[in-house]
């Protein structure tokens, strides 16, 4: 009775530490002599193969005794019964031969036995070993199973005499990892550097005036925000070179258009008197151009405004009337929300906004490059971030630092965002290469298009999106030598 008490504790340990390496529990459970070696679990193709030698030499069942021998696939919670052993004594194998048919010629009796395909031998005729082999379906639990092995000897009416569970073997599928090359895209460099600082200067004029004052009210500080970029820039020839200046004056509706247009003309060419002026030295062209009146604007000062009725009014400056028609009619239908734009609308509309066009040498100096990226990153070309960056190592903090402030200097470059990707990929950030492959095309026909495929098809595996990993990879296998080495990591991906 001890002896079976200790069998039940050592049954429900395995439930609880089938996860464990496999030891040889032999000594401490019931076997009744069976055996079991060169035993193997392991997967091929959908199913979970099994095999053994069992050892029946040593077996000692009584000639009135039945010993079943089971099989047992399981992870501590799902379990998957193997076809089923019974090793029969003498006098209870020939009832049974009595009462189920005549035995085939290796002496075994095959049936079933509470709905399990079962094999029934004779203990005292068996032969002393026999090679077990069974496959069934994988199931993904299985990638950390084991094999157990339950015998239970039962004696007259089927009472259980001794039962006892052996751990054969173990499974642990050794989890798939990718591990990427990434690919960073060499930029096209720019054969020129053209830039652009622009800016808006509010300037005021007396009453019926549209000559520019410089000493009325705030207009000289304005004019001097221009007149303060030029020199600026003209003053580190080494690195730019100033090619213009484009002024544009702006009128707002308030008035008749005709008029408007003439006051915006004038004053645009009054400006461009003063700057030219001021900045005689430097002889840089200025052009002009004027607007009659912001409607633009307008729009989008009531887009962001709280004035009631704003969709309404909106939609009468956006229409189809003409610009005196449509102040009227604002006027009209909302004269309360017409003053509260006339009143903090249309003054803010009256300014002249100015672009100077300047061209930037190219940098070759990395040092300088690396300063430009933190004082003026607006200098630098996208081929300059890259080859700061590859004086880094790839995928260090420094690395991925440069190809984000590429990306926030060049936010619609394919090249910046397949970059930045790379960078976020190779730290595990691949929330964020989702985010910025999402917004590169899929079709590109540039040089560097096979590269952005090559991107998306890394972020595929590493997302284990292994089919379409395989897909992709596979298309720019040609171009891309790196391809055939991830396919070739793959073929071992689920």
């Not at 610009?323 to 009619?329: E, L, Y």
């Amino acid at each position: 009775m001890k002896r079976y008490i200790l069998i039940v504790a050592a049954l429900a340990f395995v439930g609880a530490a089938f996860a464990q390496k496999p030891v040889n529990r032999t000594g401490d459970v019931f076997t009744k002599g069976v055996a079991a070696s060169n035993v193997t679990l392991a997967p091929e193709g959908s199913n979970m193969n099994v095999s053994m030698d069992i050892d029946y030499s040593a077996a000692t069942v009584a000639k009135n005794e039945s010993l079943d021998i089971v099989p047992v696939i399981t992870d501590g919670t799902n379990v998957v019964e193997l076809p089923a052993l019974g090793l029969y004594g003498s006098q209870r194998y020939y009832k049974y031969v009595r009462e189920n048919g005549t035995p085939r010629d290796d002496g075994s009796l095959r049936g079933r036995q509470g709905g399990k395909i079962y094999k029934l031998l004779n203990a005292k005729k068996a032969n002393p070993t026999e090679h077990y082999s069974a496959s069934v379906p994988y199931q993904k639990w299985m990638d950390k199973s084991q094999l157990l092995l339950r015998q239970t000897c039962k004696g007259c009416c089927n009472n259980v005499l001794g039962q006892g569970v052996e751990i054969l073997a173990a499974y642990a599928k050794n989890d798939f990892k990718f591990s990427p090359d990434f690919q960073y895209v060499q930029p096209v460099a720019e054969a020129v550097k053209n830039r652009a600082e622009q800016g808006e200067a509010y300037l005021s004029y007396a009453v019926g005036r549209s000559t520019v004052v410089k000493s009325y009210k705030d207009n000289a500080a304005e004019i001097q925000k221009i007149v303060d970029l030029v020199n600026t820039l003209k003053d580190n020839s080494s690195e730019y070179s100033v090619k213009g200046i484009s002024l544009t004056g702006y009128a707002s509706p308030d008035g008749s258009y005709a008029v408007n247009e003439r006051l915006a003309k004038a004053r645009t060419e009054s400006l461009k008197a003063v700057v030219a002026k001021a900045l005689a030295d430097k002889q840089i062209p200025v052009a002009t151009q004027y607007v009659a009146e912001d409607w633009d604007g307008v729009c989008k000062w009531i887009e962001a405004s709280s004035v009631e009725n704003k969709d309404e009014i909106l939609e009468i400056a956006r229409g189809e009337l003409k610009p005196d028609a449509k102040d009227r009619k604002i006027a009209s239908a909302y004269p309360v929300q017409y003053r509260q734009i006339k009143n903090e609308c249309y003054p803010a509309l009256r300014r002249a906004a100015y672009v100077v066009d300047y061209e930037v040498v190219p940098y070759v100096d990395i040092n300088q490059i690396k300063s430009k990226i933190e004082s003026n990153p607006k200098d630098l070309s996208l081929n300059e971030f890259f080859m700061a960056a590859n004086t880094c190592k790839a995928g260090s903090a420094e690395f991925n630092y440069i190809m984000e402030k590429a990306l926030a200097q060049y936010p619609a470059s394919e090249v910046a965002l397949v970059n930045a990707a790379n960078s976020a990929m190779s730290v595990g950030n691949l929330t964020r290469a989702g985010e910025l492959l999402s917004k590169v095309s899929d079709n590109g026909t540039s040089a560097q298009a096979p590269y952005f495929t090559y991107a998306k098809a890394v972020y595929a595996a590493l997302t284990k999106d292994y089919k379409k990993a395989v897909q992709l990879f596979g298309s720019v296998k040609e171009e891309i030598p790196a391809a055939a080495d991830a396919l070739t990591q793959l073929a071992d991906a689920e």
